[in-house]
């Protein structure tokens, strides 16, 4: 609304302005051309009629009251001595007036000048005889106009512009509330569907497509409430997955005691093998207890890394070296494939945590017998890369865009036997997000997979 007003009233004024003013500046043209015109017919009777000599003659006085009769005026005549010799108002005739206008004119230069103030002009008009070699100058009219009424007519053009201009002012506010309230009137629409969102998501997207503006707001604002419902939702599948996988274990480990307690003389056997079980399950809620609070320290902030300089070979070396005990049960050949000396700004701890997991992942997954894990190093100027291939069962292709999430497992029946929690690669993207990294992966079934770690040599706050 503001700027409608502002584009109708301010070139209202500017016009209203610009009429008066050009007014007024045309009007004083055209009074000091007639003027001059005038005086120059009478300059030059003077010389004619012998006028500077003899001031009675009765033309030439009728010609000069007359002119300054019609237009308020005062005319002097001025000789070579500087001598006024003729004066309509009858004041300074038989003095001397030097001035710089009247030396000017003597000069052979016109001069003309209003004066604002007291509203009139001022000109002078040289007198010279036309029978001289030279024409040479012989007198001086200065002559002095008033201006009263064009000042009176200009007043008289700002009063009807102000008045007009008011009415347009009017105009103009009714038109720009009007105008204001149904350009905005699409954008209360979209208002109004977001403040739906406090009593819950909306069901359906929103679509305002009055403007171009409108359509691209509610086409982020749809793609925003899509991506919280996704949020929401993985929320509560997260919630519903650590109750499923936190009560498994328990529920378990009730069976077993109860077993135990419903039984008299429980064989010792027997009664060892039920607590060796209780023990697995405790163990195995307390490694998802442990993924846990690790996930959930990853989910922090990123200033709660502590950041150092850290050789990666070295780093590599140890969770090689802490895996191959794991490794060797399972038949499967670590290899490592350094390039380069590489030195980065990490944090060595939550690090280590997710190449161990993909290292892990790699011996689990692998064939029974004869399989391999390969882990390679290698850096440029800017990132380091590492990847981690086997030659494992791999990853059907449905699953690939949900590996990453907490407690997804690909084969559901044969978690169990693996183990794990299923929360190792989650945990291991957080930690390489958290260093500004990305991490990637491809895979084929039966034909093993590959995961692909890019992070920057310099960690970026």
């Given at each position: 609304m503001v700027i409608v007003m502002l584009m109708g009233i301010i070139p209202s004024i500017v016009v209203e302005n610009v009429i008066v003013q050009s007014y007024e500046d045309r009007a004083l043209s055209q009074r000091t051309i007639i003027i001059q015109n005038q005086s120059n017919i009478i300059s030059n009777q003077l010389v004619q009629l012998g006028y500077m000599e003899?001031?009675?003659?009765?033309?030439?006085?009728?010609?000069?009251?007359?002119?300054?009769?019609?237009?308020?005026?005062?005319?002097?005549?001025?000789?070579?001595?500087?001598?006024?010799?003729?004066?309509?108002?009858?004041?300074?005739?038989?003095?001397?007036?030097?001035?710089?206008?009247?030396?000017?004119?003597?000069?052979?230069?016109?001069?003309?000048?209003?004066?604002?103030?007291?509203?009139?002009?001022?000109?002078?008009?040289?007198?010279?005889?036309?029978?001289?070699?030279?024409?040479?100058?012989?007198?001086?009219?200065?002559?002095?106009?008033?201006?009263?009424?064009?000042?009176?007519?200009?007043?008289?053009?700002?009063q009807r512009g102000t008045m007009i201009l008011g009415i347009l002012v009017i105009l103009i506010l009714v038109f720009s509330y009007i105008l204001s309230g149904i350009l905005v009137k699409p954008f209360q629409k979209i208002t109004r569907s977001i403040e739906e969102l406090t009593d819950g998501y909306l069901d359906e997207s929103i679509s305002v497509p009055d403007y171009l503006e409108t359509e691209l707001i509610t086409d982020a604002f749809n793609k925003m409430l899509a991506r919280v419902k996704t949020l929401d939702d993985s929320r509560q599948e997260f919630v519903s997955n650590v109750s499923h996988e936190l009560k498994t274990p328990l529920a378990s480990m009730k069976v077993l005691a109860d077993s135990l307690n419903v039984q008299e003389n429980v064989p010792i056997e027997q009664y060892q093998e039920f607590m060796r079980d209780i023990s697995e399950e405790i163990d195995r809620e307390n490694s998802i207890i442990t993924d846990l609070l690790s996930l959930v320290k990853m989910d922090k902030k990123a200033s709660d890394l502590n950041i150092e300089t850290v050789n990666i070979n070295d780093l590599l070396e140890l969770v090689l070296k802490r895996l191959r005990p794991i490794a060797g049960k399972k038949q499967?050949?670590?290899?490592?494939?350094?390039?380069?000396?590489?030195?980065?700004?990490?944090?060595?701890t939550k690090l280590t945590l997710a190449f161990s997991n993909l290292v892990e992942n790699a011996i689990k997954y692998n064939r029974?017998?004869?399989?391999?894990?390969?882990?390679?190093?290698?850096?440029?100027?800017?990132?380091?890369?590492?990847?981690?291939?086997d030659s494992g069962i791999g990853i059907p292709e449905e699953s690939l865009n949900h590996i990453f999430e907490r407690f997804y497992r690909v084969d559901k029946s044969h978690s169990r036997e693996i183990g794990g929690t299923g929360l190792g690669l989650a945990i291991t993207r957080?930690?390489?997000?958290?260093?500004?990294?990305?991490?990637r992966v491809y895979s084929k079934e039966n034909e093993g997979t590959t995961f692909s770690v890019r992070i920057p040599l310099v960690y970026i706050a």
């Open positions: 003899d001031q009675s003659n009765a033309v030439i006085n009728g010609e000069i009251s007359m002119l300054t009769n019609i237009y308020e005026g005062r005319i002097l005549i001025i000789n070579r001595d500087y001598e006024v010799i003729k004066d309509t108002y009858e004041l300074d005739r038989g003095k001397y007036l030097i001035s710089k206008e009247v030396i000017n004119c003597f000069n052979g230069q016109d001069t003309s000048q209003y004066d604002k103030r007291n509203q009139y002009i001022e000109m002078t008009v040289p007198i010279s005889d036309p029978e001289s070699a030279d024409k040479e100058i012989i007198g001086v009219m200065l002559i002095s106009v008033s201006t009263v009424e064009i000042n009176d007519s200009k007043d008289m053009l700002e499967v050949e670590l290899i490592l494939d350094s390039f380069r000396p590489v030195n980065a700004e990490v944090d060595a029974p017998e004869g399989g391999w894990v390969r882990v390679s190093l290698n850096a440029d100027h800017k990132y380091f890369y590492v990847t981690v291939a957080s930690a390489i997000v958290m260093h500004r990294g990305a991490i």
